[in-house]
């Protein structure tokens, strides 16, 4: 048997990258390579209006407004919550709930490109909206409006913490034609270190787990950006 050969079938493949000098891991190259993932996606984002984007779309955003429309109609009103948590170290979650009111008091980002950023599959804020976005949820496209929620529907507020007496949005989740579809609850509260945060979007009880432990996800990377543009501004 060829040594080499066994080794190549039985231990896993490393390698190690130099260039100009220096060595670097296969994780650097992994966040090379997302980098360039980013500014690609951040390109052609900024090169195709959202016009052209909706219909590139289309299909697919109506194939979404029907599957969302069934989980609203299979549900009777009952909800479930998608929850995603942060312990922030030096930024306060009152300064996050300014940032948040200055930029989106109104539940339309004032800089767009904050909202359209924030994460890879926020594809485009529809142009006939005052605040939305076309985004990937679950596999599906989703469009939706975004208002500020006044009034919370009974099941929906049970899941407000008060230990969390920040406020950074209350938000009323609506497709297309206006059928309220999901709600966001984002609240914070100072620690001595920084801020506790949790968001959530308070989905239709048929919602199924893999969309519930998908926009977790989706929290995770969307806030975390939101987050550090915050600390850039209040700094």
């Known amino acids: 048997m060829d040594a080499r ?20 891991d296969e994780s650097t190259v992994d966040q ?10 951040t390109n052609l984002k900024s090169v195709v209006d959202g016009h052209v984007m909706m219909d590139l ?6 194939a979404g407004d029907r599957y969302y429309k069934e ?17 922030i170290r030096g930024l306060s979650g009152t300064a996050l709930a300014n940032w948040f009111a200055a930029q989106a008091g109104t539940g339309r980002f004032q800089d767009k490109s904050l ?20 985004e990937t949820i679950d596999g599906h496209l989703c469009r939706f409006q975004v208002s500020v929620a006044r009034e919370l529907p009974a099941t ?16 009323l989740l609506s497709l297309d034609d206006g059928t309220p579809f999901a709600y ?6 100072d620690t001595a270190a920084g801020a506790n945060v949790v968001v959530r979007v308070i989905y239709p009880s048929a919602a199924p787990d893999s969309l519930i432990e998908g926009h977790c ?5 969307e806030f975390r950006s939101w987050i550090r543009n915050a600390a850039t501004a209040s700094h």
Request: proline share 5%; charged share 20%; aromatic share 6%.
């Open 5 to 24: 050969n066994d080794v190549q079938q039985t231990a896993p493949v490393t390698i190690d990258v130099h260039t100009m000098g220096r060595t670097v």
């Open 32 to 41: 090379w390579e997302l980098k360039a993932a980013r500014r690609a996606l």
């Open 57 to 62: 779309l289309a299909g697919q955003i109506e």
């Open 71 to 87: 989980l609203v109609a299979a549900s009777g009103g009952a909800c479930r919550e998608s929850r995603t948590e942060f312990t």
């Open 115 to 134: 909202l359209v950023n924030a994460h890879p599959e926020h594809y485009v804020e529809p142009p006939t909206y005052t605040g939305g976005m076309v």
């Open 156 to 171: 929906v507020a049970a899941f407000l913490d008060d230990s969390y007496p920040v406020t950074l949005m209350n938000a």
């Open 184 to 189: 966001c609850l984002h609240q914070a509260r």
């Open 217 to 221: 996800e989706h929290l995770a990377i």
